[in-house]
């Protein structure tokens, strides 16, 4: 048990189809990320909100919209996706965004889009 | 650019020794991570260094060369639970994790 939880872990979606993710983490932390974790490449950082406010976009196409409605909480609302999205979704959390904090991550969800 | 490199692969025999290998480029520099990751499952934390030297917890331990931009993690008395991918990440200045792709460890018996 990480502390952090993701649902779906699997989901299969239609490019036109609309799906949310979602993540929660017990741990009492500040900062949430969204990463997306494709076969045999480096962990893609997408989204990090900190005390709910998102402090980081990394020029992630907008089909994908993070949402915070508070520190425990965070959704990844995805809208016409493309078959190049289908990867590996990992939600992680730390104390804080600035300093050596280590990341506890979720099981992830794993995407398919057809 | 900011650069994590690992080997892909790396075989070992179970009860042996491996050194999975680190090399980074960032700017700015304010420690590194490894993490464990089974198949699919989470990344957990191993271990954090920000001064040069050794760290030992267990049979894990990692080291860090700041000057040579290198790390290494060492699994000693490997099991074959051990089987998983090894993610190193470098800290940058601004606090940003640099992610290398991984280094996929297979234990034989």
């Known amino acids: 048990e990480t502390g952090v939880t993701q649902t779906p872990r699997h989901l299969v979606m239609g490019m036109t189809n609309k799906k949310s993710l979602k993540c929660e983490q017990h741990?009492?932390?500040?900062?949430m990320y969204w990463y997306k974790q494709s076969a045999k490449k480096p962990l893609e950082l997408m989204f990090v909100y900190n005390f709910k406010e998102q402090t980081e976009n990394n020029s992630v196409p907008s089909r994908f919209s993070p949402e915070c409605p508070n520190s425990s909480h965070l959704f990844l609302h995805l809208h016409t996706l493309q078959p190049e999205d289908s990867a590996l979704y990992l939600c992680?959390?730390?104390?804080?965004?600035?300093?050596?904090?280590?990341?506890?991550f979720g099981p992830g969800t794993r995407l398919t889009v057809t | 650019g900011q650069n994590i490199d690992q080997p892909t692969e790396m075989t070992a025999t179970e009860g042996a020794i491996v050194q999975i290998n680190c090399t980074y480029q960032?700017?700015?520099?304010?420690?590194l991570f490894w993490y464990q990751q089974h198949a699919g499952e989470a990344p957990t934390f191993l271990s954090y260094n920000v001064l040069d030297g050794l760290e030992e917890k267990g049979r894990f331990s990692s080291f860090l060369s700041r000057s040579k931009g290198y790390s290494y993690l060492l699994l000693k008395e490997l099991q074959m639970k051990d089987s998983a991918s090894y993610l190193c990440?470098?800290?940058?200045?601004?606090?940003?994790?640099?992610w290398g792709a991984g280094t996929k460890l297979i234990i034989k018996p």
């Open positions: 990440a470098a800290l940058d200045s601004n606090y940003q994790l640099i």
């Open positions: 741990l009492g932390h500040n900062a």
């Open positions: 992680a959390s730390s104390q804080d965004v600035a300093g050596s904090y280590e990341q506890y």
């Open positions: 960032t700017s700015g520099f304010n420690g």
